[in-house]
């Protein structure tokens, strides 16, 4: 799938729900691998922060990114309704230190969003795949993340308040294409016996009634709930039984989790990359999303690119009878088995290797040891293949490569390990010539990595 940005510019207006700020947000589209960017259009220079976890400088009460002194409040909303319609790339303007909250749900975003449409770009997506279990826990709350190899991405959330009126709950997004309708309208809820001291400590200065679900579980005398009307700028009223303190109701049973959900989205669009699993959050909160987002994060620094999925069940793109038709090496020379993935930008390949290769006779003997300059060679056969998929009749043309560049050998390739390949375009091809990157993976590490120049050639 092809990254995607907005079809066009829109704005939000509204106040903050923390400062109570009247605030423009300008979203714009934005070009290929650039992420989703935050730029104070307030502040000298107009700083931008990239949102990304290593930047979380605070989650009380909603995910702040921040730089230096520069911050942006109570992001999640927004990236959540970005990364739900698949938007790979925006920059979000605004002229102060927060979003607006709207009805604060993620609902506005999601109708922008949809009336100015989006636009495929003409990179991949890279996507973050989970291939095993991974866990993140708050030990001191019994709250946990925890995702699971999946298709695509899905998202389950468990809530549990000890409140008469907001107990356990539940809420489930199998599909993104589905978060507009169920889950985006979803409100954020407070209960009355917080308020009092999230205005003490500077927050919800913009909240009321209009903006979140006000939850009222335990006895106040009325003085004390007038005070706290007044505290807020909100209109008193009586209230004498426990529930929902909202002139709105509730759009679902279960709306607190939904709202949740959104949060957990948003908080997890901070990993930078789209996401292949199934999240499965415990009694989350905006420190622990952000705490595994930052887990992967450390994990995509680590390495710049994921092992590609390899399924030996899986019917190859091209086969070694494909293969033999494609390129001209022969044994012991041809070392490209299949190709299991290929895109127009990008191809994996495969190579099994063997005990009975011809060049192990002398590298080593007593200690077989795949040469390295084969394994580049492997990877530009690769690239080669990659290259005559740009042609018509690529049979009559075949590939040179001209420059070879950046090869570093990281691990020893042995007899028994299947070597993967993975090879994309770093520039377009020009004049019948393009760079291109390759990785070698044996499991999960890079074994082999190089930059090489590719000239394609037509036949005489």
Do not use: W
């Not at 903050?16 to 691998?33: Q, R, W, Y």
């Not at 999640?76 to 009805?103: F, R, S, T, V």
């Not at 590298?363 to 293949?385: I, K, N």
């Amino acid at each position: 799938m092809k990254q995607l940005t907005l079809n066009a510019p829109f704005t939000v207006k509204g106040k903050g729900l923390h400062t109570g700020m009247e605030i423009e947000a300008h979203f714009m589209p934005a070009p290929e691998n650039h992420g989703y960017k935050f730029c104070r259009t307030d502040l000298e220079g107009e700083p931008v922060v990239d949102a990304l976890a290593e930047y979380v400088v605070d989650t009380n009460r909603g995910t702040v990114i921040g730089r230096g002194d520069v911050r942006i409040s109570t992001v999640e909303h927004a990236l959540a309704a970005l990364y739900a319609a698949g938007i790979d790339n925006c920059l979000i303007k605004l002229n102060g230190p927060e979003l607006p909250i709207l009805d604060g749900s993620a609902v506005v975003y999601c109708e922008k969003i949809a009336e100015v449409g989006v636009a495929e770009q003409s990179l991949d997506k890279d996507y973050y795949i989970i291939k095993q279990k991974i866990e993140s826990r708050d030990d001191s709350t019994g709250a946990s993340i925890v995702a699971l190899p999946d298709d695509a991405f899905a998202v389950d959330v468990m809530v549990q308040f000890e409140s008469s009126v907001l107990g356990n709950q539940f809420a489930t997004l199998e599909n993104l294409a589905d978060f507009h309708k169920e889950v985006s309208s979803s409100r954020t809820f407070v209960f009355v016996r917080e308020i009092e001291p999230l205005v003490k400590a500077g927050l919800i200065k913009g909240g009321d009634l209009d903006n979140a679900i006000v939850i009222y579980d335990r006895k106040m005398e009325q003085p004390r709930l007038d005070s706290i009307a007044d505290l807020m700028g909100v209109p008193r009223r009586e209230v004498h039984e426990f529930g929902y303190v909202n002139d709105r109701p509730l759009q679902f049973e279960n709306e607190p989790a939904r709202h949740k959900l959104i949060d957990v989205i948003g908080d997890l669009s901070l990993i930078g990359r789209p996401l292949k699993g199934r999240i499965i959050a415990t009694r989350p909160g905006h420190a622990l999303n952000t705490a595994f987002s930052k887990q992967i994060r450390k994990e995509i620094k680590r390495q710049d690119i994921q092992a590609p999925v390899y399924n030996p069940n899986a019917v190859p793109v091209m086969d070694n009878m494909r293969i033999r038709e494609l390129l001209p090496h022969r044994y012991p020379f041809l070392l490209v088995d299949k190709v299991i993935d290929m895109g127009a930008s990008y191809i994996v390949g495969v190579k099994n290797i063997t005990t009975n290769e011809p060049f192990f006779q002398g590298h080593f003997p007593q200690e077989p040891v795949l040469p390295g300059v084969l394994q580049v060679e492997a990877m530009a056969q690769t690239g080669g293949l990659l290259v005559l998929g740009t042609v018509d009749d690529p049979e009559r043309y075949s590939t040179y490569f001209m420059k070879i560049d950046n090869v570093k050998f990281r691990q020893k390739v042995v007899p028994g390990d299947t070597l993967i390949f993975h090879v994309s375009f770093l520039t377009p091809m020009r004049r019948g010539c393009a760079m291109m990157k390759g990785y070698a993976f044996v499991g999960e590490k890079i074994v082999t990595e190089c930059e090489f120049m590719a000239q394609i050639v037509k036949n005489k």
